[in-house]
């Protein structure tokens, strides 16, 4: 894979690595000169004051995105911050030190993957952290509405994690990557209920936040570095696509082996020796091919139909790999103009289980 090479080891931002100042929540934001969520929030208790049932349903969503905005929120621009620390907050005393009793890689993914299980994921799995997964640079003033305050991700020899004035330090040790599905309820996606989306994806985010400080804490317990992420640090569906946990579908998100789109994705980065999955040969699900039923009822157009492409049309997509490619944008100024989530693709997909009924 093609890595620009600077002095003393250093992986630079380069080409190849998404700048995370472009994802849609950021970029928006510069476009609506306000915090897209403020804008969005806003929208929202406007239709709920003249509307009892939306009034309601707004109150459940406060409950649902309380541990999403106590963690993250979303986890954009957050890295080392609060919660989403690279370093570790506290600990069972006097195992500092200590070597962890397993060095069976296999028996390590074992175990992390069930207690991830246990936590409440609903399925696990490890990938390999390849340096073009994670991000050249991330921006540190989220959502702004001028221009973004940016500070790169070197990926270089070092003791540990580390942010600086000028970048944050990544140790090249820190090269797994334990990645966590974290449950929704595609029924509740589609749902006519005012913010019965809303809740469900908050209450998604929610659940990503839980799964990524937990496991962090325990791989931290255990003696390794571990730093926890929600959608900042490192790209999300290659990344669950690599751990062997499902495909990329044409709406841009992951469709679970087992359990369908109807997910959120959570990782968290560690150098714990552990043996990766085997991902899938082909990466994209087969059936988006000759589907489309997603880019048909995308309310805001932003699915794209035709086959996929390494192009990137739209400043949120990163060029170089096949996938569709999906405006983020459009998408997100959809649910800020009505003041509500959408989750009409993951809903529709026909790539889900029984499970859910």
Request: charged share 20%.
């Amino acid at each position: 894979m093609a890595e620009n090479m600077v002095s003393q080891g250093q992986r630079s931002p380069g080409p190849d690595r998404f700048d995370g100042s472009r994802i849609a929540f950021h970029s928006l934001s510069r476009r609506l000169g306000r915090p897209w969520v403020e804008a969005y929030m806003e929208r929202a208790a406007a239709r709920a004051r003249t509307d009892p049932e939306a009034r309601r349903a707004l109150a459940e969503l406060s409950g649902a995105r309380t541990l999403n905005f106590l963690v993250g929120p979303y986890g954009e621009g957050r890295e080392n911050r609060g919660l989403l620390s690279w370093t570790p907050q506290g600990g069972p005393p006097g195992l500092a030190g200590l070597p962890w009793p397993v060095e069976d890689p296999a028996e390590n993914a074992r175990w992390v993957c069930g207690l991830a299980r246990r936590l409440g994921a609903l399925d696990a799995g490890v990938a390999p952290l390849e340096p073009e997964w994670v991000y050249g640079r991330v921006q540190t003033n989220p959502y702004a509405s001028g221009e973004p305050e940016t500070k790169p991700i070197v990926i270089r020899p070092a003791a540990e994690p580390a942010e600086t004035q000028d970048q944050f330090v990544l140790p090249e040790t820190v090269n797994r990557a334990v990645v966590l599905l974290a449950p929704m309820d595609r029924r509740r996606l589609v749902s006519k209920r005012p913010y019965e989306a809303s809740i469900e994806t908050n209450l998604g985010y929610s659940r990503m936040a839980e799964l990524a400080v937990s496991v962090a804490g325990a791989l931290r317990a255990a003696g390794f570095t571990a730093i926890p992420c929600m959608n900042d640090t490192a790209l999300s569906v290659p990344v669950a696509v690599a751990a062997g946990l499902g495909v990329a579908g044409r709406h841009g998100m992951l469709a679970a082996q087992g359990w369908g789109t109807a997910v959120r994705i959570a990782k968290v980065l560690t150098d714990m020796p552990l043996e990766p999955a085997k991902p899938p040969e082909e990466p994209l699900a087969g059936l988006c091919h000759d589907c489309g039923i997603c880019a048909r009822a995308c309310p805001a157009g932003a699915i794209p139909e035709g086959e996929p492409t390494a192009e990137a049309p739209h400043p949120c997509n990163r060029p170089g790999s096949l996938k569709w490619p999906v405006d983020g944008e459009a998408c997100l100024r959809f649910w800020v103009e009505r003041g509500e989530s959408c989750g009409l693709c993951q809903g529709v997909c026909p790539l889900q289980v029984s499970v859910d009924g």
